[in-house]
């Protein structure tokens, strides 16, 4: 009989290292973000700081970090107290696929950040070669997006209005329900799937007053620099 001590899957000596092959704990749907590049803000600066990449060739930002920050103004002030930066955010490459996010909340280090990341130029999401269930395209047909069929792909398009109220509606304010989630309540007395539902019915009730502040087309102008 082995050692106990000798266990593979023993929690180790030094705190927070994990044996058998997990070098972190696991989060139910990896909301929270565990590294970002951004600074904390210095002492006085006018928040949130809203940052811009440029999505490359094949992706654009349907919404503008401007935007996104006047939305966040329409909200109830307390709601994005604490915020510090609005990110648009290239994608990494290695986000990448089908399970990819298109939106973060992520904090730590004196951080608290909202991340959008781009869409498709050619305005389609791709969602696999099995037409999807019903529940899992529902957020995309909520705001007008329609599914099709190309050559055995399934994707979802939108309109440029639609897709700029999904990133608003949707998008933006789902995370702001994370970040109001998140420092209204002890995290350990919610797991992964509370946390959603908190959100998604955050993004359900506030959207409308986001929304307000998105009108017309997207424009290129006034964007603000990667880091």
């Not at 995309?140 to 440029?160: E, K």
């Amino acid at each position: 009989m082995k050692n106990r001590s000798a266990t593979p899957w023993k929690k180790s000596r030094t705190y927070g290292d994990i044996y058998g092959g997990r070098v972190r704990r696991r989060m139910t749907d990896n909301i929270f973000a565990r590294a970002h590049s951004l600074k904390r803000p210095s002492p006085g600066e006018a928040l949130p700081l809203l940052v811009q990449d440029n999505p490359s060739r094949e992706f654009f930002f349907p919404v503008s970090a401007q935007e996104c920050a006047a939305a966040l103004r329409a909200l109830p002030a307390n709601h994005g107290t604490g915020i510090t930066h609005i990110w648009l955010r290239r994608r990494p490459t290695r986000m990448t696929g089908l399970d990819a996010p298109l939106a973060e909340f992520t904090c730590g280090s004196g951080v608290r950040a909202i991340l959008l990341y781009p869409w498709r130029v050619d305005g389609r999401l791709y969602v696999g070669r099995k037409k999807p269930k019903p529940q899992h395209v529902a957020p995309y047909l909520r705001y007008g997006a329609t599914l099709c069929n190309d050559q055995g792909r399934w994707h979802v398009d939108f309109s440029q209005a639609d897709l700029k109220r999904f990133y608003i509606e949707h998008l933006f304010c789902h995370e702001v329900g994370h970040h109001v989630d998140w420092y209204s309540r002890h995290w350990s007395s919610a797991n992964g799937r509370q946390a959603e539902e908190f959100a998604d019915q955050y993004a359900v009730q506030w959207a409308q007053d986001a929304s307000v502040v998105v009108c017309g087309p997207y424009s290129v102008q006034g964007l603000v620099p990667g880091i």
